[in-house]
């Protein structure tokens, strides 16, 4: 057997044409969906990321900032500057780059993100939100793989899900997604004795570590279906995911590749989550 490709550049295509109409609808009713983007640094690959998702803000018809400043910026200024974009009307989503100068408390910025303007979802309200099952934002990328499985028509229901990696920003919450929608979830993670004997279990695996090889042809049952949310460069310095892609698309029903899998996801569902902030702050 050889899986079915989940194409994530297809299906971003296909939402981001989704996102254009609806930002189109809003701008008829004088609002346009508006991005900050904060670039604190040189880390090159974040600046990468940054060029991105302004590019795709545009591509799609939202209104997109993007500041950047000297690794040097004192945190006060930096929360200052979230402030200003809180209470700015022309911005709906704030996204503040990770990683920030080590000077820089993290997790103090971010909460300083007004929740209604979080489309990172990374605020504490936004994790409280999803746990509980209330309206915030879902962060971008288990929500961009929770997308690919419904474009799949996958059922989750009664399904055991296996989620390797236990970051705020993948792994816990996409398992809780995964509980919301009626899979039995196990979140394995370094100190998880016999992953194998956990993923040979699995329906659905989710692997989001960012190591190579993680997931092996031999870890999983045939015809489940596999998600890699891995961004790794092998010997050869090609990107590649955390799944051993050629092995595991002989047992698999349905696996994404990497590059085309999740990554192009993580950005639309941006774009998704900033149309929803405009949505909402213009009702
Ligand atoms: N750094 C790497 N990925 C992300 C992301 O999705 N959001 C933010 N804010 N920073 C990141």
């Known amino acids: 057997m050889t899986a079915q490709l989940i194409d994530g550049n297809q299906l971003s295509k296909q939402l981001r044409t989704e996102v254009t109409a609806r930002a189109q609808a809003l701008k008829v009713k004088g609002v346009t ?92 309200a936004s994790a409280g939100a999803l746990m509980t099952g209330m309206p915030g934002f879902w962060p971008c990328t288990p929500y961009g793989c929770m997308k690919m499985l419904d474009s799949i028509a996958y059922d989750l229901r009664g399904k055991h899900a296996v989620v390797i990696g236990r970051s705020n920003i993948v792994g816990k919450p996409m398992a809780l997604m995964l ?12 100190a998880t004795p016999d992953l194998k004997a956990m993923t040979l279990q699995a329906d659905v695996i989710v692997a989001a570590v960012g190591k190579r090889n993680v997931l092996t042809a031999d870890m999983v049952k045939p015809g489940a279906v596999v998600l890699d949310v891995g961004m790794n460069r092998n010997a050869e310095g090609k990107l590649c995911g955390d799944v051993d892609f050629e092995g595991v698309k002989q047992v698999a029903s349905h696996i994404t590749p990497v590059p085309g899998g999740v990554g192009p996801m993580t950005i639309t569902m941006l774009l998704v989550n900033t149309l929803e902030a405009a949505e909402r702050a213009s009702k």
């Open 33 to 124: 969906p508006g991005l900050a983007v904060v670039l604190v640094g040189d880390n090159p690959a974040s600046q990468v990321y940054v060029r991105n998702k302004v590019k795709a803000c545009e591509d799609s018809g939202l209104h997109s900032v993007l500041e950047k400043y000297e690794a040097t910026l004192t945190e006060a200024d930096l929360l200052a500057r979230v402030e200003a974009l809180n209470n700015d009307p022309s911005i709906h989503g704030i996204l503040v780059q990770l990683p920030l100068p080590a000077h820089i408390d993290a997790q103090k910025v971010i909460e300083a993100i007004s929740p209604a303007k979080d489309v990172d979802g990374f605020h504490i």
């Open 179 to 190: 509980l919301q929608k009626n899979a039995t979830v196990t979140i394995c993670h370094s």
